[in-house]
C-alpha cells in the first residue's frame, strides 16, 4: 500500500449535534501516519517527513504489533497531570511537568494485513483499531467522548481540551478535506504559550 492521502476534517464554528456521529478529544500534537511493511515500521508526518528515529519507543511498540503490515492514522501527543496534550512540549520531553512519554493516539485504521479498510465504515475501522492496540500503552486508541455533541464540548470546556473532532460513524476514510468529519476548537487555545506557527506545523 502506498502512503495514502489523510482525510482531513473541516473546521466549523460552534458545537453541534448529529445522530449517527460520535465525538473526539483533538489533540494539540503531530498527526502521523504509522506504516509498517513487512515488519518495517515508518512514522509519517502529513509533510512526508519520517519521524521514526524520533519517536523510536513507539515504533517498536508498533514493530511488535501483529500482522506484519497495518496502516493506522492518528497524532503523536504528550500529555500535562491533567492528561491534556500539550503541543510545545513535544519539543522538550525534559519539561518537568510532563506527566507521559509520546504516545501515538490513534483514530483511524487504514490497512490491515491484506485487507484495505478505507471503503468500510468508520465504525468498522474503529472496532478493528481497537482490537489491534489492546493492552498497549504507547499505541492508544483516541478518547471518545459522549455520544452527545454539546455534552461531548462541555467536556472539552470543562477538562481543557484543544477542541473535539466529529465524525460520521458510517463514513469512509476518503483523502483531502471532508464534510463527514468536523473539528470545533477553543477560540485562542493556549495562544500565548503554544510558542509556534500553526503552518509549520508537521
Known amino acids: 500500500m502506498t502512503i495514502p492521502d489523510l482525510m482531513h476534517a473541516t473546521q466549523v464554528p460552534r458545537p453541534f449535534h448529529t445522530k449517527g456521529w460520535v465525538y473526539e478529544e483533538k489533540y494539540d500534537g503531530w498527526r502521523m501516519l504509522a506504516v509498517k511493511e513487512a515488519g518495517r515500521v515508518r512514522l509519517i508526518s502529513r509533510n512526508g517527513r519520517d519521524h521514526t528515529k524520533r519517536f523510536r519507543d513507539i515504533a517498536d511498540a508498533l514493530a511488535k504489533l501483529k500482522p506484519a503490515t497495518f496502516t493506522l492514522d492518528g497524532e503523536v501527543a504528550v500529555f500535562d497531570a491533567q492528561l491534556v496534550s500539550r ?4 519539543r522538550h520531553l525534559d519539561h518537568g511537568d510532563l506527566a507521559t512519554p509520546p504516545l501515538l493516539m490513534v483514530f483511524d485504521l487504514l490497512q490491515l494485513g491484506e485487507k484495505d479498510y478505507r471503503l468500510e465504515p468508520l465504525k468498522v475501522r474503529r472496532r478493528a483499531l481497537e482490537k489491534l ?15 452527545n455533541g454539546f455534552a461531548a464540548w462541555a467536556e472539552v470546556l470543562h477538562r481543557g481540551y484543544e477542541g473535539m473532532v ?3 460513524a458510517e463514513s469512509p476514510y476518503v483523502g483531502g478535506r471532508t464534510l463527514k468529519w468536523l473539528k470545533v476548537k477553543q477560540a485562542k487555545y493556549r495562544e500565548g504559550e503554544r510558542g509556534w506557527d500553526p503552518k509549520n506545523k508537521s
Open 133 to 147: 492496540v489492546k493492552g498497549q500503552t504507547l499505541i492508544l486508541p483516541a478518547r471518545r467522548l459522549s455520544p
Open 87 to 90: 503541543f510545545e512540549w513535544l
Open 166 to 168: 466529529a465524525k460520521d
